[in-house]
């Protein structure tokens, strides 16, 4: 299909007429590019053409506009009198217009409107007369893939009364004796576009307008997506055929990043292509997650989904009428999400149980498949059993670890951090060790709490809580370190404030509002993201991150997994926990890929307290050094890192520790236990 199909007429007036569905409508059917220079523009007018911009997108059209400010007698008088500068008097004009706008047209239009400048569609310039009289020129020019091109000039604006209410006529130009006029419109727009046009300036949509208008967008958008088939990258083809060829079922055992996700829904839509049904149940750590696997079920081609969490009653009913019409063959595809939690109640296990063939079951984050109140699960006649997971042992849990293996087998696929690094699916990083010591208060505290547990091993009778209990608050001094804070808030006070973006800070339990609080008195723009922000802002707040709205963001352990930050360049870990579970998956989040974003960085608050006795000083170092080692060996200043931290462990003799990677000391940990 392309433009030369469209039965076009030399003028179209509003006599005999209807502009919107007579020329736009069909036009923007066949073009795959609009470029309009207007007077005035509203986004009420894209409702009139909707039809035709439904089959635009699907065709990943993309319209550029350039509009007239709408500037009132106050703002031209501010102009002159040079009181404001041009571009906020601007700003403020448009955004008057918007908020305006939410009162006086339909609400689905002005969403419309945000999602096409929210997806990257549409992109708005605006153009102001350098005498400050009105713009006010009318033309424009629709693309197709082949080449072709049909423009226009003539009195309506990009309005519902330019297109329905007026009375309005526009001249349109395709013939082959239109050449000239054409490639003029062409060169004309071009010129505007790039600010090259004599007597007229043409700024950028104002951020802080975008902004307002993206605010507008509600959860969907009510223009269908173009139809993409996802195809397999390499190394998920990979995948994909060794989970068939062990017979659906197996551990995907993939880095943090690197689309694990994507890659056990492509496996999950061969099984159907192959068994011609499925009933797909895919299993996630939190209720947050469930919405962002329902998204890419949906983007997968799967539309009937029941998600499973909650109150029982908003589930329950539907769970079991699904399980029954599959039962029967009256559906031939359907997905139920749930969480952990919900997994291992009785009223899910009953309805999964009864499931009948083609079954098919994802455990996402599956080393959490391992607790004890998933062990009498009754999933045991499900079909395809498949694990993701970038680190599925279980941390001082072989119990867990094996039970996981023999409910889903082995790992079949593994896609490494180095792997996923090297072959362009994760960002390149940079890895800055900061070394740390401790206050002499917080040395005594660590000496007392030690002694302690020495008392409770060579107790018999010690209470295995006391000892984790103890355990935990040595480990959160570590953790709250003092003079991690203290360094972090100099780093930020020596910086160009405007220049700080896309920045993480992992700190410990009970820190977000002091470090959140002091990083916001500096005049950054920070927000906590932590279990006390309700879900339904957690959307809006990383939105507001991946604009730059917010640049920093404070966490603890919301953003560990499952949650997509790929936008995030920097972070600062003030505190991690030994279990490499936590660390790896934190740096897979920072490394996704993003545009524009080529190169990582992370900044890792270590504590190495010199003015501790040589024994504390080792055991400290034993707990700290294993994330140095598995952050240092990928990033590309491996030798710098290395450098920064093998002065300080040379006075111990300690350098070895520099290599020690975390399961290498779990395990040697794990053989002392069997010594003793």
């Not at 990943?60 to 007239?68: A, E, L, Q, Y």
């Not at 002091?514 to 932590?530: A, C, K, Q, W």
Request: aromatic share 12%; charged share 30%; proline share 3%.
């Amino acid at each position: 299909m392309s433009l030369q199909n469209v039965d076009l007429k030399y003028k179209y007036r509003s006599d005999k007429d209807r502009i919107h569905a007579d020329f736009y409508d069909k036009c923007l059917q066949e073009a795959s590019q609009y470029d309009r220079a207007v007077g005035y523009f509203t986004s009420n007018s894209l409702s009139l053409i909707a039809k035709g911009l439904e089959a635009f997108f699907e065709k990943d059209g993309t319209i550029r506009m350039i509009v007239n400010p709408h500037l009132t007698f106050e703002d031209v008088e501010a102009i002159e009198l040079g009181y404001k500068a041009k571009y906020d008097v601007i700003s403020r004009a448009l955004l008057r217009q918007i908020e305006m706008s939410e009162e006086s047209i339909r609400e689905d239009a002005l969403n419309t409107l945000a999602w096409l400048i929210y997806q990257n569609k549409l992109e708005i310039k605006v153009a102001f007369t350098n005498n400050n009289s009105l713009y006010h020129e009318k033309f424009g020019v629709f693309y197709d893939k082949q080449g072709n091109r049909v423009a226009f000039s003539g009195s309506a604006n990009e309005t519902v009364g330019g297109m329905q209410n007026n009375f309005e006529k526009i001249d349109v130009f395709w013939r082959e004796n239109d050449m000239e006029r054409i490639e003029d419109m062409v060169v004309d727009f071009e010129n505007l576009w790039s600010d090259k046009t004599n007597g007229l300036t043409i700024v950028e949509i104002p951020d802080i307008l975008k902004e307002t208008i993206i605010g507008y967008k509600k959860g969907g958008t009510p223009i269908k997506p173009p139809k993409q088939i996802i195809k397999p990258r390499p190394y998920q083809q990979e995948a994909i055929d060794a989970v068939v060829n062990n017979n659906w079922s197996g551990i995907l055992e993939m880095a943090t990043g690197t689309g694990k996700t994507i890659t056990s829904l492509l496996i999950s839509n061969e099984f159907f292509q192959q068994r011609g049904r499925i009933f797909l149940i895919i299993i996630v750590p939190f209720t947050h997650l469930v919405g962002q696997w329902e998204k890419n079920c949906q983007d997968m081609t799967y539309k009937n989904i029941t998600n499973c969490f909650g109150a029982k009653k908003s589930w329950v009913n539907k769970l079991q009428t699904d399980v029954r019409d599959f039962n029967l063959g009256l559906i031939e595809k359907h997905v139920a999400i749930t969480t952990y939690k919900t997994a291992s109640s009785p009223e899910f296990n009953q309805l999964i149980s009864k499931l009948r063939g083609k079954s098919f079951l994802i455990a996402d984050e599956c080393h959490y498949f391992g607790v004890k109140s998933l062990r009498d699960n009754m999933f045991g006649n499900i079909e395809a059993k498949l694990g993701l997971s970038a680190t599925p042992d279980r941390w001082w849990d072989e119990e867990g670890t094996r039970y996981i293996e023999d409910f889903f087998g082995s790992t079949v696929y593994e896609y490494d951090m180095k792997m996923a690094i090297d072959n362009g699916a994760l960002t390149e990083y940079i890895y800055t060790p900061y070394v740390m010591d401790m206050t002499d208060e917080e040395i005594g505290d660590y000496e007392k709490l030690t002694k302690r547990l020495i008392h409770l091993y060579s107790d018999e009778k010690a209470n295995k809580e006391e000892i984790s209990e103890v355990n935990r608050k040595r480990s959160l001094l570590i953790s709250k370190a003092e003079r991690k804070k203290e360094l972090l808030f100099s780093i930020f006070a020596g910086k160009q404030k405007e220049e700080v973006s896309h920045t993480l800070v992992y700190c410990a339990p009970g820190e977000v509002n002091t470090i959140t609080g002091e990083l916001s008195s500096m005049g950054y723009r920070v927000h906590r993201f932590d279990s006390k922000v309700p879900l339904d802002e957690r959307e809006k707040i990383l939105e507001a991150f991946d604009l730059g709205s917010i640049q920093i963001l404070v966490a603890i352990k919301c953003l560990d997994e499952g949650v997509d930050v790929p936008s995030t360049k920097v972070a600062y870990f003030l505190a991690s926990t030994s279990n490499p579970r936590e660390f790896v998956q934190r740096r897979g989040r920072i490394l996704r890929k993003y545009p524009n974003k080529n190169l990582a960085q992370i900044y890792d608050f270590i504590v190495l307290p010199s003015n501790a006795s040589d024994q504390m000083y080792k055991s400290i170092a034993s707990k700290e050094l294993p994330r140095f080692a598995e952050f240092s060996r990928y990033a590309i200043n491996n030798f710098n890192a290395r450098d920064v931290v093998g002065k300080e462990l040379k006075r111990y003799s300690l350098e070895y520790l520099m290599d020690k990677l975390p399961w290498e000391v779990y395990n040697e940990f794990k053989k002392m236990e069997v010594l003793e």
